[in-house]
């Protein structure tokens, strides 16, 4: 059965679904098949096709189902004629000729946690650590080659020649895509969890762009995190969970109408999602009652002291900084610390908080790391030092990506050149 739409609102419709499905097909496919470039290829192949046949025959009722049928079968096809000149292709090419005429469709449990699969695959022990990473973002998130090194700080060639290395390590060592046993999950849990979280963060807060935001990286995160939780009922899971639903739970009110920025003081808090606020609160609470805290599960109590507080003014910034002091403990960073001085900021006064940001400065870690800068300038705006925080408003300006970031700062640039003239 199909749904007839006018032929000019088809290719959006297509647009619409490879957007939002592209990765799901990428990764059933990739099952199916069991080689990246061969399903990336049937993949484009499978598009081009509802190109070709959707303005003449209608969408289809099942997209997903339909475009998977179509690229497994275009797959088929193109092993039929290579697979006589390419040996490496002779074993996927058996089993997949030999399946050519069954009557088949994806089942769709297998769908479902098809990405899930792809994303143990991709963090196999097997992969260099950089490797896991580039190629997860990539295969499963469909990053960009030049979206994944700004994030990384890292030239577009090198994430290129990283996952190059993963696939080929992946098809050489026949490594198998399938979620791993109760008995592996430990080993490799870490990498995944900090891969979801990565791909939750260029989500929640886009690393360059013209918007604040990608609410499908950030819906897809929380998805694979609800999928861990299911297969193992670990508390860095659970608190990675936790701290993304209660991120989320602010999304909308990170930016307003016309794209600007707006700090979380001055967010509009009726806008929170509340329902995510109390599902988040609810696994924080179940989780600090664990033993074995680890990272995720303290980022997750300090987004929860957010989320408790009516306004901006009522933090229990002391719990904060509390909190932050764990943090350090468990895993100690630049970053962490920067947070922390932050903290302190607003518990004790700028000036207590910005002896700790120049001295994580002044190690040069952070040096180009246009956050620190622009907490600098926040800090010395704050405390009446306008020259100090005009120069570090222009150093984080420099070198910030996202336009909205870029704007804002700006914006506080030439409020602050004003006073100063």
Request: charged residues 25%; aromatic residues 4%.
């Amino acid at each position: 059965m199909t749904v007839a739409a006018p032929a000019a609102g088809i290719t959006a419709a297509i647009d619409a679904i490879y957007r939002q499905e592209s990765r799901r097909i990428l990764a059933t496919l990739i099952r199916l098949l069991g080689d990246f470039d061969l399903a990336e290829e049937a993949l484009q192949d499978a598009f081009a096709a509802a190109v070709a046949q959707w303005p003449r025959d209608g969408v289809p009722a099942n997209p997903r189902a339909w475009l998977v049928s179509a690229g497994r079968f275009k797959a088929i096809d193109a092993i039929r004629k290579r697979v006589r000149h390419d040996e490496s292709l002779a074993v996927v090419g058996e089993d997949l000729l030999a399946q050519a005429n069954d009557d088949w469709t994806p089942e769709l449990e297998d769908v479902v946690h098809d990405r899930l699969r792809l994303v143990f695959t991709c963090c196999h022990p097997a992969l260099a650590a950089e490797g896991r990473v580039a190629l997860t973002l990539r295969e499963v998130c469909g990053l960009t080659t030049e979206e994944i090194a700004r994030a990384f700080l890292t030239a577009p060639a090198t994430i290129a020649q990283r996952i190059v290395r993963a696939k080929k390590k992946i098809r050489d060592a026949g490594i198998p895509y399938r979620a791993p046993s109760q008995e592996d999950l430990p080993e490799r849990l870490p990498t995944v969890l900090q891969v979801v979280y990565l791909v939750f963060s260029e989500g929640y807060s886009a690393s360059a762009g013209d918007s604040v935001t990608r609410a499908d990286l950030t819906r897809e995160a929380i998805r694979l995190g609800r999928l861990l939780v299911e297969l193992c009922p670990d508390p860095e899971a659970a608190g990675l969970l936790a701290l993304m639903l209660l991120q989320e739970s602010r999304r909308a009110s990170r930016s307003r109408p016309d794209g600007e920025l707006v700090l979380l003081e001055d967010q509009d808090r009726s806008r929170w999602n509340r329902e995510l606020i109390a599902e988040g609160v609810a696994i924080v609470g179940s989780v600090l009652a664990r033993p074995g805290l680890g990272s995720y599960a303290v980022q997750a109590a300090i987004a929860a002291e957010h989320a408790r507080a009516p306004a901006a003014a009522d933090t229990n910034w002391g719990r904060i900084v509390s909190l932050y002091d764990l943090l350090s403990r468990i895993e100690p960073s630049p970053i962490v610390e920067l947070n922390r001085a932050v903290a302190v900021a607003m518990r004790d006064g700028p000036e207590a908080g910005l002896a700790r940001i120049d001295a994580i400065l002044a190690d040069g870690v952070l040096a180009d790391y246009h956050l620190a800068h622009a907490a600098r300038a926040d800090l010395c705006r704050r405390a009446g030092r306008a020259a100090e925080a005009l120069a570090a408003y222009e150093r984080a300006h420099a070198l910030a990506l996202q336009e909205p970031e870029r704007r804002f700062l700006k914006g506080r640039i030439d409020a602050l050149r004003a006073v100063t003239a």
